[in-house]
């Protein structure tokens, strides 16, 4: 088996555009509440450096630096997985969508990742633990 056979082919291009757009995403959360730099590096427990790369979507920074000062701010990190969840599948991430307040996605994903648990979970109960009026809605 070749070395190309091993590994799936993926553009981890995408990683640059996502740093970027939740770099600016950052700065202007971090403005609208009013939170210098230094303040919000500070309060990460990072130097004023650390944040201003993040901002600026630098190739050396992490996506986990991204993540912790989106949720350090209370904001939506959907702008985030939901890129690198689409890039994972081969499907290209609705540009517009950096741009909005994706928080009610967010949740109905959650909520059909909650259903989805329970009815796998109601699926293992064995046929005598459900009311026998409930064995038609299984």
Not at 17 to 31: D, F, H, L, P, Y
Not at 49 to 59: F, H, N, T
Not at 82 to 111: N, S, T, W
Request: charge should be neutral.
């Amino acid at each position: 088996m070749s070395s190309n056979e091993k590994f799936a082919p993926v553009d981890l291009s995408l990683f640059k555009v996502i740093k970027k757009m939740a770099g600016e995403r950052v700065r202007q959360e971090r403005k609208r509440r009013q939170v210098t730099q230094s303040e919000l590096a500070h309060e990460m427990g990072f130097g004023p450096r650390w944040l201003r790369d993040v901002e600026a979507g630098a190739p050396g920074t992490r996506l986990e630096d991204h993540i912790s000062a989106t949720l350090r701010l209370g904001d939506s990190i959907g702008h985030i997985m939901f890129p690198v969840l689409f890039m994972a599948h081969g499907i290209r991430f609705p540009q517009h969508l950096y741009y909005e307040d994706i928080r009610g996605l967010e949740r109905k994903c959650i909520e059909l990742i909650v259903d989805w648990a329970v009815n796998s979970l109601k699926q293992d109960l064995p046929s005598e633990w459900w009311p026998s009026s409930h064995h038609d809605e299984r």
